[in-house]
């Protein structure tokens, strides 16, 4: 599970990291919720709303199990052809044994990649893409607080996730892929639990 993250990092380390020219309207952020426009990565940096709507369920789905883009079928067009970058400098977690939070992030890593997928809606006025990010069963430290982690790309793994032609192989190397996180304790167990 991924409902939060942090992307706190200047303009231009950030053009730095992905070797971009340009950027608009880019302030950093402390956390970002679903529901919100986040930035992500595809040939250029976009904005899109964190959930995608489905007329069967009624809250966006904002995470994606990467098990499950082949047997459900339900988000496999979207793994196939419309995958994206999430850029952050860290997740948060919420443990379920004591509900403390936790910060998670890569060492030696200003900003990390999470592996994400999207969906444009039209219609006659706009057109606007929403995001779902792609999960995993939590490996290393992380599985000691929570069943589920988002999927973060080692970087030299990041062009091939975006621009690479054969998702089967994309698919089976986000399965045995594993990056270690560094954790912090933030101990506000006066949270709600997600």
Known sequence: MCSRFELNISKLDLLKRYNKKQITKFNPKEELYPGQQILTLTTDFNYMRWGIDVDFIK???INSRIEKIYSSKFFKEDFENRRCLVPATAFF?????????????VSNQKVFSIAGIYREYKSQETSICHISILTTESKGAISKIHTRMPIILPKQFEQTYLHGENPEEIHEYLIKSFIDLDMENLSDSQLTFL
């Open 59 to 61: 809250k966006s789905i």
């Open 93 to 105: 977690e919420w443990s379920k044994i004591n509900k403390d939070k936790y910060r998670l992030s």
